[in-house]
């Protein structure tokens, strides 16, 4: 096989090749797996946030001090997180 860019004889089986270095496969594939990897970093981002903030107003509360509204609804939103993360890649698949 012939590289397209080059003109070098490469193997047919090589991904990319050996004197430009630029991959053998079609562009719009390459493309395709490309962006299939990319994931928004605005979900994790706001739930180390809120994971943060979380920890340090459990950390300044003395022992049995935080009411149970607050304990119960931090309890739901990590629960909410994690379903929600679980149902994303299952989704994905």
């Known amino acids: 096989m012939t590289c397209r860019f080059c003109g070098t004889e490469i193997a047919d089986k090589a991904l990319i090749c050996f004197r430009c270095g ?15 990897v990319r994931r928004p970093l605005w979900p994790a981002a706001i739930a180390l946030v ?18 149970d509204w607050l304990r119960w609804t931090i ?3 990590a ?15």
């Open 50 to 67: 809120v994971l943060v903030c979380a920890g340090l107003y459990m950390a300044i509360v003395p022992a049995g001090g935080i009411p």
């Open 75 to 77: 309890t739901i939103l």
């Open 79 to 93: 629960a909410v997180a994690l379903v929600w993360r679980v149902a994303l890649r299952r989704r994905r698949r």
């Open 22 to 36: 630029r991959s053998t496969a079609d562009e719009g594939r390459a493309a395709e797996g490309a962006a299939a």
